[in-house]
């Protein structure tokens, strides 16, 4: 029996649908890059790129190419935001990476590129049935997870948003895929997101009247 062949064969049953270990393993370091995530611990960036590598398996077992694409990303990201909070400019006081409110400008940027990324990746799902036969969920998650990452890599408080609506497609869609791992994990990640977008929150507004009593 070869690994992946391992990864793939069922752990336990859960709501009448069968766990298998890549959708149970991956999700949970998923959970441990999140929560890390939060801490601003660099350390997520490593463990996001081992559960995209895991969850490939998950996926391909369940014919959602869309999700495949989508842990292919989140390798290549982890990887870019790795390197960025490696760099020292970025880091706060404590050790952390600093953190902020993007900019409108960013904010727009962000909106843009989901909105036309989903739909050009939807429009490429529509024409290529094979890739994915649910299209535009799957879609909308390809992207959310990129502008999630990026604006993660990038320090900024709306990443969390960007998981949180991310989320609210992922758990029907992965218990609808028979991944029922998925989608009771993301009701954890759920948790997570609320509890890290208001320790961003409140990270920076406390760095900012720092920021204007160095630059005044």
């Not at 049953?13 to 939060?38: C, E, H, K, P």
């Not at 890290?196 to 409140?202: E, L, P, R």
Request: charged share 10%; glycine share 12%.
């Amino acid at each position: 029996m070869n690994a992946l062949t391992w990864l793939n064969g069922e752990a336990f049953t859960l709501f009448d649908q069968r766990v298998i270990r890549s959708d149970m393993i991956g999700n949970l370091l998923g959970l441990a890059a999140l929560a890390l995530g939060w801490r601003r611990s660099i350390w997520t960036w490593p463990v996001q790129l081992v559960s995209g590598l895991v969850l490939i398996g998950a996926y391909a077992s369940a014919h959602l190419s869309g999700g495949v694409g989508k842990q292919l990303l989140v390798i290549v990201v982890a990887l870019w935001g790795w390197r960025q909070w490696v760099g020292g400019e970025r880091t706060a006081r404590d050790g952390g990476i600093a953190v902020r409110f993007a900019t409108w400008r960013e904010r727009g940027l962000l909106l843009g590129g989901a909105a036309v990324g989903t739909l050009a990746v939807g429009g490429l799902f529509t024409a290529f049935p094979e890739l994915s036969w649910n299209p535009w969920p799957d879609a909308y998650i390809f992207v959310g997870t990129l502008v999630a990452m990026v604006a993660q890599a990038r320090g900024l408080v709306e990443f969390w948003f960007a998981w949180l609506l991310v989320d609210l497609v992922g758990v029907p869609l992965a218990f609808n895929s028979g991944l029922a791992f998925s989608g009771l994990v993301y009701v954890f990640y759920l948790a997570l997101v609320l509890w890290g977008a208001y320790d961003w929150w409140q990270r920076s507004r406390a760095a900012r009247p720092a920021l204007e009593g160095a630059l005044s």
